[in-house]
């Protein structure tokens, strides 16, 4: 690398934007590279969808309320910026599915809607005897052929029936993507599951074989970890360690022109930045506007996004006239109910709500019944505890409720998500080189996923930073 400082603007500060910014510049200052690193941010916060509202002893999450501990990135950060004193794994606990009504335990042995343990399937009330005698093909049904990608839901209703699929599967896959298990990749979601498929022909008898025997431990931790402070701690500290200067909030980046041998970013405040990097870490409908020159883009905007919404309840846990020992439940497609799932997070996560109180929070928004995200608070918590008091006596109204709204927040990885990404980031590394898409947008929703991101386009942004950039503009 020349001795020249060179400029590397990350655009976006959510946690990707953030994880690219705090370990790129731990790598300046560690390394001493000749490099200076910006991050822009369109809103006044860093964070993006983890905000934390901590009031009268509760602890709100808006956004994501934890990350799967057996992914590393997300305890390395908290590690980094001091907090793993404030990390606890959630309270294990019954989980359920709500079918026609009812609330049905997922049936134990269950990898993500699997059955790997046949007596609780067999048992379960989830299904009729023939779904079960249809799930029962699995074990005699061929891997499934096929070129390139195909839905989750084609995989797992060949595997397994539909009766399967709407009552167990869709609940649970849905729940984590907000999204259509017939419209969603399966090759970008879950993978996994094909190759166990195609290894062992049948997927419960090859769930079984790869699924760690801890999972069926008794006493097992819970596999989600989360910070007693809040995640918007994590948000909190990692900003502080922030260069000073380096961040600008409130300011978008309203185009990226090619400029010889870098690149310039015309900000909406009429500023112009010069970088010889960029990592873009916004949401994928934001990027055909900011690269308006690059038809290659164009597939992004018909990538979908569902908007969600939250909605907290805090409650007298004496309030909750008919509990049930658990710690939350999803809902059948099927059923006539409009919240989505329903977390009894005074259980699941027990620093969340006082001595005495008790939590509530539930979700609403799927692909193609958005409408319900539009309402006023007063109305999503009205159907909220409506649908509530169909399952569960709660008496009065909430002490206070919390609505959190996230519109086109969930990108939808349809059939054929990494065909075109990978084709994308192809003609980006010929026609923008020095330029790496990061985000939830691209490879992996969760916080780790995210993080994960961040630091890969850390690496990509220091080799390419390495390589003579005017070899590099030649190839083009």
Request: glycine share 8%; hydrophobic share 40%; proline share 5%.
């Amino acid at each position: 690398m020349s001795d020249k400082k060179k400029t590397v603007v990350v655009i976006g500060g959510g946690i990707t934007g953030m994880a690219a910014a705090y370990y790129l510049q731990k790598a300046i200052r560690e390394q001493q590279l000749p490099i200076e690193c910006k991050l822009i941010e369109a809103t006044h916060r860093l964070g993006g969808k983890v905000q934390t509202v901590i009031r009268d002893g509760f602890v709100i999450e808006r956004g994501p309320d934890s990350f799967l501990a057996r992914k590393q990135s997300a305890f390395r950060l908290v590690r980094e910026v001091g907090l793993q004193d404030q990390i606890v794994h959630n309270a294990t606990g019954k989980s359920y599915i709500l079918v026609n009504g009812k609330l049905y335990p997922i049936p134990g042995g269950s990898v993500m809607g699997i059955p790997t343990k046949i007596r609780p399937f067999v048992m379960t009330g989830l299904f009729s005897p023939i779904g079960k005698l249809r799930a029962a093909f699995d074990f005699i049904l061929p891997p499934t052929k096929v070129e390139g990608d195909l839905s989750l839901g084609q995989f797992f209703r060949r595997r397994l029936g539909d009766e399967v699929v709407e009552n167990l599967i869709e609940p649970l896959l849905s729940g984590i993507y907000a999204g259509d298990i017939d419209q969603l990749s399966l090759m970008a979601t879950f993978p996994q599951f094909f190759h166990v498929e195609q290894k062992h022909g049948s997927l419960v008898l090859g769930t079984k074989r790869t699924t760690p025997k801890q999972e069926n431990q008794k006493h097992k931790k819970g596999i989600f970890q989360t910070l007693t402070t809040g995640l918007q701690s994590l948000v909190d500290e990692v900003e502080k360690r922030l260069e000073p200067g380096s961040v600008l909030k409130g300011i978008r980046v309203d185009k990226i022109e090619r400029h010889h041998t870098n690149y310039r970013l015309i900000l909406s405040s009429g500023d112009v930045w010069e970088a010889d990097s960029i990592v873009i870490a916004t949401p994928h409908q934001t990027v055909p506007g900011m690269l308006p020159d690059y038809s290659f883009f164009e597939p992004f905007k018909a990538i979908p996004s569902t908007s969600v919404a939250t909605v907290a309840l805090a409650f007298p846990e004496n309030a909750i006239e008919q509990d049930i020992d658990g710690t939350g439940f999803v809902v059948s497609r099927r059923s006539d109910y409009t919240i989505t799932a329903c977390t009894w997070t005074h259980k699941k996560w027990p620093h969340t709500a006082p001595k005495g109180k008790a939590l509530l929070r539930c979700y609403v928004g799927r692909p193609g019944d958005e409408a319900i995200v539009e309402q006023s608070d007063d109305e999503i918590v009205n159907v909220a505890m409506d649908d509530l008091n169909k399952i569960m006596r709660i008496n009065g109204r909430p002490e206070f409720a919390i609505v959190s709204r996230w519109k086109e927040a969930m990108p939808q990885y349809i059939v054929g998500h990494k065909e075109r990404l990978e084709a994308i980031k192809s003609k980006m590394a010929k026609q923008l080189p020095g330029v790496f898409l990061a985000g939830s947008s691209y490879e992996g929703l969760g916080l780790p996923d995210c993080i994960d991101q961040g630091e890969e386009a850390v690496k990509k942004v220091l080799g390419y930073l390495q390589v003579n950039k005017q070899t590099a503009i030649e190839v083009n």
